[in-house]
């Protein structure tokens, strides 16, 4: 199977137009002529990963400062993952933050996380809690892992629907004042509307933002 990412872009908070400083990037499959998600997110092997990350590199515009993507709880576990991270930051200067998911995988225990965590930190490469506070990224397993994690990432689409974006800031206020308290980068997406990102600008200002509202998923051009 061919896959390839899409990129959602991510702006620094009241920066907008200055473009993006970064993406997220997403893995999709070729399948019947178009780009779609893959079937199993755990076949796509780190030497395709490798690959794909360093063509991104070389196809991103010199202010891009930061990229990242997700692993799978059983992937962020694996060493060959884990080195495969290492190489490709050690050939940029963009910063490559490896995303935590927040979907379950059976047998894999909050210790390999937390061991897994360590050896990321250690050889010096960025991890991120993707979606906290929802799936499996508790409040209890993310303060676990807390020594080695550098950033959080809230998604605000993991509560909707919602007909006001401040019927769910309360989630968010857990966790903005755990990045404050911890001294964590705090990254805020899912932001859909003009009143979500007032809201957010006002009164969580972070240090990313991305959503809809600032730019859809689409294809990185290699």
Same mark, same amino acid.
């Given at each position: ?12 908070? @009241? ?10 990037? /997403? ?18 092997? %780190? ?6 990350? #360093? !063509?991104?590199?070389? %196809? ?7 990229? $990242? ?6 992937? /962020?576990? #694996? $060493? ?9 930051? &050690?050939?940029? #200067? ?30 010096? %490469? ?11 990224? $508790?409040? %209890? ?16 689409? @993991? *509560?909707?629907? /919602? ?19 911890? #001294? ?7 932001? &859909? ?9 006002? !009164? ?8 809809? *509202? ?9």
């Amino acid at each position: 199977m061919k896959h390839t990412f899409f990129g959602q872009p991510m702006f620094h908070v @009241n920066k907008l137009d200055r473009g993006p400083v970064g993406y997220e990037l /997403f893995t999709r499959e070729l399948k019947d002529g178009i780009w779609q998600l893959p079937d199993d997110f755990h076949k796509i092997t %780190s030497t395709q990963l490798e690959r794909l990350l #360093n !063509e991104t590199i070389e %196809s991103v515009p010199d202010t891009i400062q930061l990229l $990242s993507f997700n692993l799978e709880p059983d992937q /962020f576990i #694996n $060493s060959e993952y884990i080195e495969m991270v290492a190489r490709v930051q &050690e050939k940029t #200067n963009i910063k490559i933050f490896t995303e935590l998911t927040e979907r379950g995988v059976p047998n894999v225990t909050a210790d390999q996380l937390y061991d897994a965590a360590k050896k990321f930190h250690g050889q010096g %490469s960025l991890v991120c809690i993707d979606d906290v506070g929802t799936g499996e990224n $508790s409040p %209890s397993l993310v303060m676990r892992l807390n020594p080695y994690i550098d950033q959080y990432k809230f998604a605000f689409q @993991n *509560f909707r629907p /919602f007909t006001d974006i401040n019927k769910v800031t309360s989630k968010l206020d857990y966790w903005y004042n755990l990045a404050q308290e911890k #001294n964590k980068i705090l990254t805020i997406e899912g932001l &859909e509307t003009q009143n979500d990102y007032d809201i957010v600008i006002k !009164e969580y200002p972070c240090y990313i933002i991305q959503g809809y *509202f600032t730019g859809k998923p689409e294809k990185i051009e290699n």
